[in-house]
Structures are given as C-alpha cells and as structure tokens.
C-alpha cells in the first residue's frame, strides 16, 4: 500500500536529513561514527537553541566553572545513543568525568565529549558556544564534529577525509608576516607572563573567545591564525577540533612541542598550540 502524504513526506524528510549528513563529512573508514556523530551534534544543538537565554537551573562546579541543565541533556542525549549503537566503546565526557579515560585500553574506542563548550558565554546570552564530539580510536581522534547552533555552521574532520565546514573543504591561513596574525592566547603562570606580552607585541590582534572548541575550529578555517591555551585544558575541550585543525593544515602540539593527544594526561592539564606550519615553530619558541 503507498504511503499517505504523511508518511511519504516524513520518509522523504528522513533521507534528505540523511543526505545533508553524508554531505557534511567525509570518512571511507569511520562514516557511520561520523554520520552518527553530526546528526548527535545536530540534535543537542537544537537542545541548546530551544533553551538559550531560558535557563532554569544554573549550578556552580567550581571557582570559575558552571554547569546548567542543558549540558546534562546534552550529554546524556549523545552518550545513551552511542551505548546503543555501540555498546562496547567507552565514553569520556565533562560532566561524568574521566570514566573511560581511567576504563579503556588505549587501542579501544573512546567517545570524548563536551556537551557545552563555552557554558558561561550561553548562560550569559554571548552566542559563542558548541557541542563538540570525538571519536579516539589506536590512541589517537579519528573523527571529530564541532556544532555552533547560534550559526549553523558544523565543523568536520576525520582521520582519513578532509576538514570541511558545512560540507565545503576549508584550510588555515597562511599569512605570510607575523604582524598580520589574529591570535587567542589563553596563557598564564610563572615566566609566562612576559612571554605572553612579547607575543601580543609582535602580532596584529588578540581576542579571547570563551569556547576552545570553537576557537580551535576557526584557526581550521583562517578566521584565526593561531590558538594557544596553557594548562586548563581537557580532553574534552579539543579532542575534536585539534583533528578538525589538523586536517585542515595545522600543525597542532602541546606548548611544550609534544603531541597535543595523549589520553594518559589528566583532565585540566593539557595545553595546545595550533598554528600554520609557517608560524608554529616560532610561537612555539615564544610561548613554550
């Protein structure tokens, strides 16, 4: 029997929905986790939307931390949907802490989550925020979506594809002089403090945006030159924008040179310095 005009146009919605999502990413090897991981990150930037600058709850976790309602729903919409489509990969997220950083082999499969990056900026109302998503596998990002809702833009990388925005492939920038850069440095502590002052000094601007995942995902597409951010930082916070960068022509390291991923770190001491390939080595010698 053919389907009502009901059920034929919510079928022909489902496939252009489907449709749009393969157009958003490409993997040979990780598509239905990528496919999976931008349509998670579609849902929970509509959750986001529904409730901005309409919040109930707002709850303090620490001295310069909150946490709302929304980030629960959030995650607890991408994490019941991974353990059902795969129930043995572990899940690493800001709001349940590190459960499968401690549980997992590091050849497993971790999906790595921050339900709400830029949590202050949204329940202030500044529309600077995502949902970022990863999937590690072999110890290394395999996949990553990065979702501004405010925007509509959805950042994607995968290990074997390129780094697109909306479908469309996108890349650093490549300035050649210092001086023009457009840098976020998110820096501090002993002896750091003069460096970071050099730094501001040599280059055009400084801004500081509230969101390391957005951020890191602007330096994949040019609108910023340089990403630097000093010991804060988790796995969550750039797991998926560090590959998105990566694959958009980044040289993407730890300020201490070292690689940026590594699941032995613990939460809020990484560190990331993501640049071109022209400019890394010298913000490097300046920050590190």
């Known amino acids: 029997m053919p389907s009502g005009p009901t059920g034929g146009s919510t079928a022909e919605s489902d496939a252009e929905a489907a449709a749009h999502q393969r157009r958003l990413g490409r993997s040979a090897a ?4 990528l496919a999976l991981a931008i349509d998670l990150a579609h849902q929970a930037g509509r959750i986001q939307m529904e409730r901005y600058e309409r919040l109930e709850q707002i ?20 994490m019941r949907a991974v353990q059902e ?3 043995s990969d572990s899940f690493y997220a800001e709001e349940i802490g590190q459960v499968a950083a401690t549980s997992a082999p590091k050849s497993g499969r971790v999906w790595i989550v921050d339900p709400l990056d830029g949590t202050v900026n949204y329940a202030n109302g500044i529309p600077f925020f995502c949902i970022s998503i990863a999937l590690a596998a072999g110890g290394r990002p395999v996949v990553g979506v990065v979702h501004d809702p405010t925007r509509d833009e959805t950042f994607v990388g995968a290990i074997d594809g390129p780094s697109l925005r909306n479908g469309e492939p996108i890349h650093v920038a490549d300035k050649e002089l210092l001086e023009d850069l457009v840098v976020t440095l998110a820096i501090g502590g002993r002896g750091i403090v003069r460096k970071r002052h050099a730094a501001l000094k040599a280059i055009r601007a400084h ?4 969101s390391s995942a957005l951020t890191l995902s602007y330096v994949a597409c040019g609108r910023f030159d340089v990403y630097a951010q000093g010991a804060g930082l988790s796995a969550w916070d750039i797991a998926a924008a560090g590959l998105i960068a990566e694959r958009a022509g980044a040289t993407v390291t730890n300020l201490a040179g070292e690689p940026w991923f590594d699941l032995a770190y613990p939460a809020r001491k990484w560190s990331c ?8 080595a010298t913000m490097l010698a300046m920050l590190g």
Do not use: N, Q, W
């Open 273 to 280: 310095l993501a640049a071109s390939p022209r400019h890394h």
């Open 207 to 210: 801004r500081s945006m509230g």
């Open 59 to 78: 709850r303090a976790k620490g001295p310069r931390d909150i946490v709302t309602e929304v980030d629960h729903l959030c995650e607890g919409l991408v």
């Open 30 to 33: 990780f598509g239905p986790e």
């Open 85 to 87: 489509r795969y129930p």
